[in-house]
């Protein structure tokens, strides 16, 4: 699923909320059936560490920490027992087993990204959303980074949350919201070639 809009709509906003790391003023934001507004932080925080994984436009990686050591954080605070031999998994699909012992100074934005990628799914997470993830990219890493998750999200079957200004990518996704002056509509392509519409999602959803 792809969220587009103007810069400052709100779609960063948005999608903290969903993730649980920021709270709404009002209404109800639930993962599963379970209402992240009727949790603490210290809930919250199990929560997405059980169901949630987070790639964002700046990495976020942890600097004085190598590849591995980022990609096994996330499973060391699980519990897992076999976190560094399940990290170098992740590594390696995603195309930096040879590069596991480097800091994210010593890599490039588009293998920072895909470190961020791997550490996202170390959880095996239900869903992922994904703030701009090609944002600091040049093209071509972006493509590898947007291939790499459609790839990730179709053989373990977590749902991908795309928030992207990039309209094509939108279109490659299964599903294309648009966010305008705080309200939430589906993109509706009714042919490859024909103009955009759209319906809100209230009514798309009956």
Known sequence: MAI?????????????????????????????????????????????QDKIGFVFQSFHLIPAMSALDNVMLPLELKGEKNAQQQALKLLQRVGLSERSDHRPLQLSGGEQQRVAIARAFAGNPGILFADEPTGNLDQRSGENIIDLLFKLNREQGTTLVLVTHDQSLAKACQRHFQLDHGCLQEVIDAAPAASETTASMHENNG
């Open 4 to 48: 587009t809009g103007e810069s400052g709509s709100g779609k960063s906003t948005l999608l903290s909320l969903l993730a649980g790391l920021d709270t709404p003023s009002s209404g109800q934001v639930e993962i599963d059936g379970q209402s992240l507004t009727e949790l603490d932080e210290e809930g919250r925080a199990h929560l997405r």
